[in-house]
């Protein structure tokens, strides 16, 4: 079975500092992993994917990811935030031929 | 090319009524997922089509089913309506093979309100 922990269910940062979004997964295969954005009262935008190969993903939207077998995570990074940032974001996994999971989600809000 | 199309967006339902969803996916998809998102959470699966066929069903009682029709679209019902319902409901469109890598492109949802 897969399982996506995501430890922090809010996270508050003030305008143009950085930002990291914690995502712990737990599978016993090699697994695919997602970050999705979900902006108020809207459905779920692929943020950016990690397949293989390069440990760091580039996403859209000036966000980045590094997945660490060892460590089991992928988190989620944006040197610079901005008000528009401000949604809900998921970290899902999934191993092949298996359903996405997704973990319960992180609050980011931007303060001005 | 058209995204996910979901339908309603919004719906209010009285408890034991049943409501029926669609969603349509992207054009060249030959599968698509239901997904659960009650406030607060993150979605929860519920059924997997797949050329008409259920390919994997979620936690979710036997009040919950779904179709899939010869155009790849489907219906997700909804019988004997609970508050516990109330929930944004999210069509996935899947690529398969081995494109089914590159993820899902989920829909806008129908958010149900169950009063």
Redesign the interface.
Known sequence: AQSVTQLDSQVPVFEEAPVELRCNYSSSVSV?L?W?VQYP??????LL?Y?SGSTLVKGINGFEAEFNKSQTSFHLRKPSVHISDTAEY?CAV?A?NE???????TRLTIIP | DAG?T?SPTHLIKTRGQQVTLRCSPISGHKSV?W?QQVL??????IF?YYEKEER?R?NFPDRFSARQFPNYSSELNVNALLLGDSALY?C?SIPMGLAE?????????T?LTVV
């Open positions: 695919y997602f999705y009262n809207q459905g779920l935008q692929l994917k397949l998921f999934r092949p359903k996405l999971t997704f973990g319960t989600g | 996910v979901q997922s997904y607060g959470q993150g979605p929860q699966f997997q994997g979620g999210l996935a890598r590159y993820g899902y492109t989920f829909g806008s949802g958010r």
